[in-house]
Nanobody
């Protein structure tokens, strides 16, 4: 079973930083991609990044570009999302999910990444940014 578990959320002040972790299992880590997604209160789930694990290249949604950074620990099948300069609008439940391939375009709100997700979503981890 393909499983990815996001962790590391918490309460952060605006302008602060937080690092989320995504632990993956059930698939060959380097053969696929991992996306980060979030769902803010009252809004639809959106894709914020997609990382092709075979080459380590990451595409970011405009909303987080320049503030969020992906890194990976391939030996332990962990992907990290470093979030800096957090804003109240970043408040959301954050999920990571296995993706077949990031593709050429993210689509609106990362919709193309969402459509490429396989496996379960898991519970996600809550990030709350206070102002």
């Amino acid at each position: 079973e393909v499983q990815l578990q996001a962790s590391g959320g918490g309460l952060v002040q605006a302008g602060g930083s937080l690092r989320l972790s995504c632990a993956a299992s059930g698939f060959t880590f380097d053969d696929y991609a991992i996306g980060w997604f979030r769902q803010a209160p009252g809004k639809e789930r959106e894709g914020i990044s997609c990382t092709n694990l075979n080459d380590g290249r990451t595409a970011y949604a405009d909303s987080v570009k320049g503030r969020f950074t992906i890194s990976s620990d391939n030996a332990n099948d962990i992907l990290y999302l470093q979030m800096n300069s957090l804003k109240p609008e970043d408040t959301a439940i954050y999920y990571c999910a296995a993706v077949f391939d990031c593709g050429r375009r993210a689509g609106p709100y990362g919709s193309s990444w969402l459509r490429r997700v396989f496996g379960s979503w898991g519970q996600g981890t809550l990030v709350t940014v206070s102002s």
